[in-house]
Nanobody, 119 residues
Framework: QVQLVESGGGLVQPGGSLRLSCAASGSISSFFSMGWYRQAPGKQRELVADITSGGSTKYADPVKGRFTISRDNAKNTVYLQMISLKPEDTAVYYC?????????????WGQGTQVTVSS
C-alpha cells in the first residue's frame, strides 16, 4: 500500500502562482502514471495533468501553457507548478498514481489540497 500526501495549496490572487507537491510513502518508480486531478464544488473530478514513468506529459486544455507537471523519482515526489492562476482554477486538487502489480491495476489517491484563486 502506498500513501500519497499533497501539500502546497492555499489562497492566491488571480495571476498568482502555486506549486503543489505530492509525496509518496514509497517508491514511485513502479507507477506508470502519476497525475493531478481537481474537483470544483458541484462538478466532477477532472484530469489536470499527468506524467508517465518515461516523462511524457499530458495536460487538460484549460491549463495548457500555465501548469507544469514533473516527477522526481529520487524524492518520490510529483509536482504541479501553476502560474497565471484564474478563479476557475479554484478546486480541491488530488494526486493520483497508477500501476499494475501481479496483473492487477492499482489506483491510489491522496486526500486533496484546496486551491482557492480569489482577490
Amino acid at each position: 500500500q502506498v500513501q500519497l500526501v499533497e501539500s502546497g495549496g492555499g489562497l492566491v490572487q488571480p495571476g498568482g502562482s502555486l506549486r503543489l507537491s505530492c509525496a509518496a510513502s514509497g517508491s514511485i518508480s513502479s507507477f506508470f502514471s502519476m497525475g493531478w486531478y481537481r474537483q470544483a464544488p458541484g462538478k466532477q473530478r477532472e484530469l489536470v495533468a499527468d506524467i508517465t514513468s518515461g516523462g511524457s506529459t499530458k495536460y487538460a486544455d484549460p491549463v495548457k501553457g500555465r501548469f507544469t507537471i514533473s516527477r522526481d523519482n529520487a524524492k518520490n515526489t510529483v509536482y504541479l507548478q501553476m502560474i497565471s492562476l484564474k478563479p476557475e482554477d479554484t478546486a480541491v486538487y488530488y494526486c493520483n498514481a497508477k500501476r499494475v502489480r501481479f496483473f492487477n491495476p492499482e489506483d491510489y489517491w491522496g486526500q486533496g489540497t484546496q486551491v482557492t484563486v480569489s482577490s
